[in-house]
């Protein structure tokens, strides 16, 4: 699911756990991660929110949340605006699939 700026409190209030992986079309780790997102989107379908938004597109959420990195991965529990976890830099599916799991 794309994340924009205009979506992002919707995607918040679903009531489910939400993973946004804030990364840039000129990233090349970014690439390198999509695949893995694009996977866990597809197997977590009905348990869980997962996005994707361009810091470029989204420099106000990209500002809020103070990535300074790209790929930056977050991680929100149902109902919250904070993130509950993070990974910073390109991650092996495993690792982001342990952290969506913690906050289900």
Known sequence: ???????????LNTGKPVMIDFGATWCGPCKALAPR???IEK???????????DV????DLAAKFRIRSVPTVLFFKAGTD??????????????LTEKLDAIL
């Open 43 to 53: 197997e977590y379908d009905g348990r869980a929110v997962v996005g994707t938004a």
């Open 37 to 39: 997102i694009e996977e």
């Open 82 to 95: 904070q993130p509950a976890d993070k990974t910073v830099g390109l991650v092996a599916k495993e690792t």
């Open 1 to 11: 699911m794309k994340v924009t700026e205009e979506n992002f409190n919707a995607i």
């Open 56 to 59: 470029d597109e989204c420099s």
